[in-house]
Nanobody, 115 residues
Framework: QVQLVESGGGLVQAGGSLRLSCAAS????????MTWYRQAAGKQRELVAT???????NYAASVKGRFTISRDNAKNTLYLQMNSLKPEDTAVYYC?????????WGQGTQVTVSS
């Protein structure tokens, strides 16, 4: 069982920055991949960024160049640095971890970007 706890969300003006954190209850060395998703009100959940154990990253086109996914192995924590935020980035952001073909989810953290 893997528990994920997100933090770092909040209200920010357009053009501002936030850093989300996702603390895992297990060593992230044992996690095959970790992903940030987001879900805006009335919309489907969408992939934001993925980081594999090997260090490969993948970003949604809408955030490429503005968001950076990274991890701190010693803290078993995944991060999402979000810069140049736009109102359309407003959503609940979820951390996801894939471990031996099972998916685990955090509870989500709200990000609101005002114009």
């Amino acid at each position: 069982q893997v528990q994920l706890v997100e933090s770092g969300g909040g209200l920010v003006q357009a053009g501002g920055s936030l850093r989300l954190s996702c603390a895992a209850s297990v060593s992230i060395f044992g996690i095959d991949y970790m992903t940030w998703y987001r879900q805006a009100a009335g919309k489907q959940r969408e992939l934001v960024a993925t980081l594999t154990t090997g260090g490969s990253t993948n970003y949604a086109a809408s955030v490429k160049g503005r968001f950076t996914i990274s991890r701190d192995n010693a803290k078993n924590t995944l991060y999402l640095q979000m810069n140049s935020l736009k109102p359309e980035d407003t959503a609940v952001y979820y951390c996801n971890a894939g471990v031996r073909a099972r998916d685990y989810w955090g509870q989500g953290t709200q990000v609101t970007v005002s114009s």
